[in-house]
């Protein structure tokens, strides 16, 4: 297949409320679509999750604007792709910059499923029908609200709990958690707010019972989490650690963790999530799906790989009503039972609501052949 033509949309969404973690808030989500078009009428999509401010990543959203649109888009312009795992390599002459490489190559994935009839999930070769979820829950003002936040999750069957820590807001508040809810699947991210110094106080973490304790310590600090790892009982996640291949054979080298996030955007793609799960699989490492407060198309993707085999844990896809009023994609992503079930229908799935999509775009830039 050749792409003719491509298009970047910015798109602006007011979160019902605004996400908060040791890093920062997310209140108005910023992001891109990249639509892809085949010269048979086909259009697939893919989203650019890269956040508004560099805190998560190093990369942006105009940052991932100007990577596309100056160097990606062009690169694969009217090329001929007989099958999207090959956009990995024709952007391997790019450096780095994963979330604007997984913005255009999962629009291709979507494009290519679309035009061979067939739904992504299988396409990329996920074995399940229905993955299971749990939620994640941002830094609150009290208690009172964060509880609160557990009862709505349960209620909608979560299978687990993740809550935001940071230094000054962690034991006391997992000790509290704890005494009230003493059976809750219950993990914590802290979003690399620690250091090797806190080594003391995160053992402390071990009395808690706790599935797993995600990103304590800095994005590039894989060898700090091996020394952690071996001095915690509770499992290791790692989240921002892991943007490549390399970076889960160096941790699973190193045995820095026990188990991985993985976010399509976070690796650059999702030829990059199949491989880091081949890796893993042959490691002993258990994998589940990220999130990055998604619209519809990039949750709709990360449904579709969480449909892989060695996806055994709940991922952190909520279902779109749980951050936003309404959603680009028709019908919306919902869970039923901490369960969501994955669309029939060729590509994402998921049919674009042209009306939402429309009202929320702010910017559109063509690149044609
Ligand atoms: O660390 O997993 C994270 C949201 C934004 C940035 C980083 C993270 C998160 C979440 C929420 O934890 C995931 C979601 O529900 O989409
Ligand atoms: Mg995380």
Request: net charge negative; proline share 4%.
């Amino acid at each position: 297949m050749n792409i003719k033509k491509f298009i970047i949309r910015t798109m602006k969404m007011r979160m019902k409320s605004p996400f908060t973690t040791s890093f920062g808030s997310v209140q108005d989500k910023l992001f891109l679509i990249v639509e892809a078009y085949d010269d048979q009428g086909n259009c697939g999509y893919g989203e650019c999750d890269a956040f508004e401010a560099p805190w998560y990543t190093e990369e942006t959203v105009a940052t991932c604007h100007h990577m596309l649109q100056d160097f990606m888009l062009p690169t694969l312009l009217d090329q001929a792709i007989q099958h999207p795992s090959e956009v990995r390599d024709l952007l391997s002459v790019y450096r780095r910059n994963p979330m604007a490489k997984a913005a255009v190559e999962t629009a291709i994935w979507d494009l290519y499923a679309k035009r061979i009839g067939k739904p992504l999930y299988e396409v990329i070769g996920g074995e399940r029908q229905a993955i299971d979820v749990g939620v994640s829950i941002g830094l609150q003002r009290t208690t009172e609200a964060l509880y609160e936040k557990i009862e709505v999750a349960l209620a909608n069957g979560a299978k687990r709990v993740k809550v935001k820590i940071k230094p000054g807001n962690d034991l006391a508040l997992i000790a509290t958690i704890r005494k009230r809810y003493p059976n809750l699947p219950l993990m914590v991210d802290a979003n690399s707010a620690y250091t090797l110094k806190d080594i003391a106080h995160l053992k402390k973490f071990d009395q808690y019972d706790l599935l797993m304790m995600e990103q304590p310590l800095g994005a590039d600090d894989i060898l700090d989490h091996a020394t952690l790892q071996k001095q915690l009982k509770t499992p290791i996640c790692l989240d921002e650690s892991i943007c490549s291949l390399k970076d889960a054979q160096t941790a699973i080298a190193l045995n820095a963790c026990q188990i991985f996030n993985v976010k399509i955007a976070r690796v650059g793609g999702i030829e990059e999530a199949r491989l880091i799960h081949e890796e893993a699989s042959k490691a002993g490492i258990q994998l589940w799906g990220g999130g990055m407060l998604e619209a519809g198309v990039g949750r709709a993707h990360s449904v579709a790989l969480t449909t892989l085999r060695n996806f055994t844990l709940p991922a952190d896809t909520s279902g779109s009503s749980h951050y936003f009023e309404e959603d680009i994609i028709s019908p919306e992503v919902v869970v039923v039972n901490g369960q969501i079930q994955l669309p029939t229908k060729a590509g994402i799935g998921y049919a674009i609501n042209k009306e939402v999509y429309e009202k929320y775009t702010i910017k559109k830039v063509e690149i044609e052949v």
